[in-house]
Each structure stands twice: as structure tokens, then as C-alpha cells.
């Protein structure tokens, strides 16, 4: 809730310091644009549900696990839906990011749905956000106020029942939640413009940097327990990480050498 509120106030700020309001009353007359962009908040907002409640249950590495899949999930949509042409080592990976969920479904005795959720999510997002019609800013701004309303309700709510932690007694903790304002927003706006400017391949690559943060965060520093079968699994999605981001840079080279030549 504090999320979408604070990241709106942010947002709009930052579309009156740069006087660009025109474009909101054009899109507002074009229900198609609406109705996509309500898909993509929907979507925006189910990862970070599930994100939030995984950090607040002890869950930091399941969590981990799907950002580490959505690279692969990029590349299964952008074949998908893109008709983006795979190459061997990409059907590899992708053969070798299945049996790693098949391995952590068996050793936990069911299917890594927090991962699983998050990766089906965001990459989806992403896809959207590729196609998007509109500029990075113009887009997290018109889902952020697509999802207010149903954030003010719930605001009303928990205010009515007594449960709610803003204002809080002391200064810090109103910092703390206005603050995911921009902390939310701003790295959505460089995702947006990124993903309106590179391959969803190469999306994919550059988004397995903030799981590594994660999985080391969530091992090493709030003591969560990873298992050897656990590690057998994640290891099967590393290597299909591993052989998709040299096939990639591979790739790379032989598109850079055939422009220079």
C-alpha cells in the first residue's frame, strides 16, 4: 500500500518539475492502452505481494530462486510471443531451468511457488513493458494510479480497524515508508526504459544480478537454511544461467563484428 501511495506522490512529482501532463488525458481516451496497462499493474502488483510476504516469512532465498528464473522466463516469452529465434545453448538452459524446479519441487515435497510466482510475473511484466506504448515515466505513472485506489480503500481500512503503522510515534518509521517511494520507483523506471531499448534476451541477462544479492543476503546474512537438496536444484538453474549468459555474449560478438566489418 505505502508502496504504490508514496511511489505515486514521487512520480508525479517528478512529472511536474518536467511539465509532461499532456499524454495522461490522450491515454485516458484509449480504453485498449487502459486495459493493458491494468494488466501490467495487476501483474506488478502480484510480485510484490508475493515478494513482501516471502521477505516478511523467512523467505528470502525462495524469493531469490524466482528472480533467478525470470531470465529464463524471458527468453521461453520471447520465443513465445516475440517468434524470438532460439539457438541450442538457450534450449539447453532453458531444459536445464526445468529440471532444477523439478528438483526442488521433489526435495520439498511441492512445487517452489514463491518462485515460481515471481518469475511467471515479472517476466510477463517485462513483456509488456517491451511493447508498452508509452515512455518509461508515463507508464510506472499510469500504473501506479491505475493500483491508488484500491491502496487508498485499503489505507481507509486499516486506519478504521487501528492496525495502521502511519503516522507512526516516532519520525524514523514515516521516513522508512515514505521513503519506499522512490526506492520502488526509481529502479522500475530504469527497468521500463531498458526494457523499451534492449533485446528481451539481454534483459534477461543483466536481471540475474539482484537474485545473487538476494540468495547471499538471504543465506548469509539472515541465516536461512539451504539444504544440499535445495543446492542441487539451484545448481541445475545456475548452470542454465551459466551456459545462456555465454551463448549470449557470444552471440554479442558476432553481431558486433559483422556490423564493424
Not at 101 to 124: D, Y
Not at 210 to 219: A, D, R, W
Not at 224 to 250: H, K, M, N, V
Request: charged content about 10%.
Amino acid at each position: 500500500m505505502h508502496r504504490i501511495v508514496w511511489s505515486l506522490l514521487f512520480l508525479g512529482a517528478l512529472l511536474a518539475v518536467r511539465r509532461q501532463w499532456a499524454w495522461l488525458g490522450e491515454v485516458l481516451r484509449q480504453p485498449r492502452v487502459l486495459l493493458a496497462f491494468t494488466a501490467s499493474a495487476i501483474l506488478l502488483s502480484i510480485n510484490w505481494v508475493t515478494y513482501i510476504w516471502a521477505v516478511g516469512h523467512d523467505d528470502v532465498v525462495d524469493a531469490s530462486l524466482g528472480y533467478f528464473m525470470t531470465p529464463l522466463v524471458n527468453v521461453a516469452l520471447g520465443y513465445t510471443v516475440l517468434h524470438e529465434r532460439l539457438r541450442r545453448p538457450q534450449w539447453i538452459a532453458l531444459g536445464l531451468a526445468v529440471a532444477g524446479v523439478v528438483a526442488l519441487t521433489v526435495q520439498a515435497g511441492t512445487l517452489p511457488w514463491i518462485g515460481l510466482t515471481l518469475a511467471c510475473s515479472f517476466g510477463a511484466y517485462g513483456l509488456m513493458r517491451k511493447v508498452a506504448t508509452l515512455g518509461a515515466l508515463e507508464a510506472l505513472t499510469l500504473e501506479t494510479l491505475l493500483l491508488t485506489p484500491p491502496a487508498l480503500v485499503a489505507w481507509w481500512w486499516i486506519t478504521a480497524q487501528g492496525t495502521a503503522s502511519f503516522p507512526a510515534m516516532g519520525l524514523e518509521r514515516d521516513l522508512w515508508l515514505i521513503g519506499v517511494g522512490p526506492v520502488t520507483a526509481i529502479p522500475l523506471l530504469f527497468f521500463g526504459a531498458g526494457a523499451r531499448r534492449l533485446r528481451l534476451v539481454t534483459l534477461g541477462i543483466l536481471q540475474y544480478l539482484s537474485p545473487t544479492l538476494q540468495f547471499l543476503i538471504g543465506v548469509w546474512l539472515f541465516r536461512e537454511p539451504f539444504s544440499s537438496g535445495r543446492l542441487a536444484g539451484f545448481a541445475l538453474i545456475w548452470t542454465a544461467l551459466a551456459i545462456y549468459t555465454a551463448d549470449a555474449w557470444q552471440a554479442s560478438r558476432r553481431t558486433s563484428g559483422a556490423v564493424a566489418a
